[in-house]
């Protein structure tokens, strides 16, 4: 998919209009892109060695740049590389630049922390705009012209459903990643009733698990196509996303909420303000899992009850969000 280009609905008198560009494809962008009338690209993936692929984002970006010249460009962020490299590029195409950094990463050990989080505030004080997604985010940066915007509530439309294998199901969306607990929630459903499944989604493989050691009532579903998993949201009892980033709002947070389903989220501060209804918060530790899926799973009438008044309190809440930074940009694009 790489190059994907869609068309934008914003142009200026002299035929500059908005352009967004990432290295790796991401819902949030895609959809983003379409609500600020952008050309949309994405670019840098493939085959190939990490070097291989940032040479091909970066030879990609200028030809997209040289053959657009946008009056602004957003970009992804991740990749850090990309928003350098498109502030090292705007005194030449002269650009109005909008840095979207969507998410806080996955701490460092120092001195790497220190330097990563040198360079992005550097990227946010010469972006002319940065995005991110909640206030605790935005209190990290001192220096630059911040402004929040959540991902947006999604709508997946008519979506199937299947047969799942417990009599209550939760599905954990995981990336196998070193801040989520992945290893606490296996254990942890050994002392859930048997009825209860937990179905993990993502590639444990990169988390050397040994298969034969997971309990029945767990199901590693490994990679899945986007279809396969709407349709085991859409089939799942509750939403599980824990995450040790403070600052984070998990995706899977968002998608949950759109079909409905009791959310069992971390204990952060980020999680319960921005999903201040229909969800459990929990702690990572074994009995924290256990006794918040079981919590879920009782109060489920009472969350998906919640979880009604909160989609239109937020989607109300993005709309009054997305116009702020329509207003301070859409100038732009047609002066």
Not at 49 to 75: C, N, W
Not at 178 to 195: H, M, Q, R, S
Not at 208 to 213: A, K, M, P, Y
Not at 237 to 252: F, K, P, S, Y
């Amino acid at each position: 998919m790489n190059g994907c280009t869609m068309n934008s609905s914003v142009e200026t008198r002299s035929g500059r209009g908005c352009t967004w560009i990432s290295w790796a494809y991401h819902r949030r962008s895609d959809f983003l892109a379409r609500e600020f009338g952008c050309v949309y690209h994405y670019t840098g993936g493939g085959s190939g060695s990490r070097s291989i692929r940032y040479l091909r984002g970066l030879l990609g970006t200028v030809k997209i740049l040289g053959g657009e010249r946008p009056a602004v460009l957003f970009v992804q962020n991740p990749s850090l590389l990309l928003a350098i490299f498109a502030i090292l590029l705007k005194p030449f195409y002269r650009y109005y630049l909008v840095n979207d950094l969507h998410t806080p990463y996955i701490e460092l050990p120092k001195p790497l922390d220190t330097l990563f989080w040198g360079l992005q505030k550097m990227c946010v004080r010469f972006s002319d705009l940065t995005l991110v997604t909640n206030e605790g985010f935005r209190k990290r940066f001192e220096h630059g012209n911040v402004m929040i915007l959540p991902d947006i509530m999604p709508d997946f439309g008519e979506t199937g459903r299947r047969e799942l294998e417990g009599e209550s199901n939760v599905l954990y969306v995981c990336t196998f990643a070193g801040d989520e607990p992945y290893g606490n929630v296996i254990e942890a459903a050994t002392k859930l009733d048997g009825g209860t499944h937990i179905y993990i989604t993502g590639n444990y493989t990169r988390a050397g698990l040994d298969v034969e050691l997971v309990p029945p009532n767990v199901h590693l579903t490994g990679f899945v196509t986007d279809e396969d998993y709407i349709e085991l949201m859409n089939s799942s009892d509750a939403v599980m996303v824990l995450t040790g980033q403070e600052n984070c709002l998990v995706c899977g947070g968002y998608e949950g909420a759109s079909f409905m389903k009791p959310l069992i989220l971390s204990d952060t501060s980020a999680l319960r303000d921005y999903f201040n209804r229909g969800a459990v918060y929990i702690d990572h530790d074994i009995e924290s899992i256990a006794s918040g899926i079981e919590l879920a799973l009782r109060g489920r009438e009472k969350l998906e009850a919640e979880l009604l008044r909160l989609r239109g309190e937020l989607d109300d809440d993005w709309r009054r969000k997305f116009s702020a930074i329509q207003e301070r940009i859409g100038g732009r694009c047609r002066d």
